[in-house]
């Protein structure tokens, strides 16, 4: 089992929509747990980060933690064709360094 | 503020030679990492320095790389000899401390003909 899973897409969504984008951890001791944008030819960068069960909410993007489950989600409201990109789950097991996902594809149709 | 900073951004050159990657973490950040990346694989952590002292390396695919830091403003990725399938995209990132988020440097583009 992967220590953070992500379905690699792509997710393809009209302009306008709700984008969903899930990840799964393995590590239950883990405590940050992080979301990075990757443009195609670009560096990852930072657009959420979330420490404790519930929602966290920032413009057009909520991120949604369950410790319990091992989960944690981003949705992209009102998604736009510039939001087009690959999602990084990151997950910080605590004990060793961040955990990468493999990234989900997302497409956002004009 | 300056951001990760790497160099070069692109480097091609032939099997065999000596490869030198650099990085300047952004000032005041105590954590420094090196990733890489490949359509195949992802990123993948390759060692990660706390304070200037290496903790994890065991992301290092063999001996033929080596990483240092000697300051908390630089540290370099060395691979010698470099072979084909050492291509890829390799990152520094940089952050407060290895539980806060990382900034990214903008990557490497490495091409081992």
């Known amino acids: 089992q992967k220590e953070v899973e992500q379905n690699s897409g792509p997710l393809s969504v009209p302009e306008g929509a709700i984008a969903s984008l899930n990840c799964t951890y393995s590590?239950?001791?883990?405590?940050?747990f992080f979301w990075y944008r990757q443009y195609s030819g670009k560096s990852p960068e930072l657009i959420m980060s979330i420490y404790s069960n519930g929602d966290k909410e920032d413009g057009r993007f909520t991120a949604q933690l369950n410790k319990a489950s091992q989960y944690v989600s981003l949705l992209i409201r009102d998604s736009q064709p510039s939001d087009s990109a690959t999602y990084l789950c990151?997950?910080?097991?605590?004990?060793?360094?961040?955990?990468f996902g493999s990234g989900t594809r997302l497409q956002v149709q004009p | 503020d300056a951001g990760v900073i790497q160099s070069p951004r692109h480097e091609v050159t032939e099997m065999g030679q000596e490869v030198t990657l650099r990085c300047k973490p952004i000032?005041?950040?105590?954590?420094l990492f090196w990733y890489r990346q490949t359509m195949m694989r992802g990123l993948e952590l390759l060692i990660y320095f706390n304070n200037n002292v290496p903790i994890d390396d065991s992301g290092m695919p063999e001996d033929r790389f080596s990483a240092k830091m000697p300051n908390a403003s630089f540290s370099t990725l060395k691979i010698q000899p470099s072979e084909p399938r050492d291509s890829a995209v390799y990152f520094c990132?940089?952050?407060?401390?290895?539980?806060?988020?990382?900034?990214f440097g903008d990557g490497t583009r490495l091409s081992i003909l």
């Open positions: 990132a940089s952050s407060l401390d290895r539980n806060q988020p990382q900034h």
């Open positions: 990151a997950v910080n097991p605590g004990r060793r360094a961040l955990t």
């Open positions: 590590d239950r001791g883990s405590q940050s």
């Open positions: 000032s005041g950040h105590n954590s």
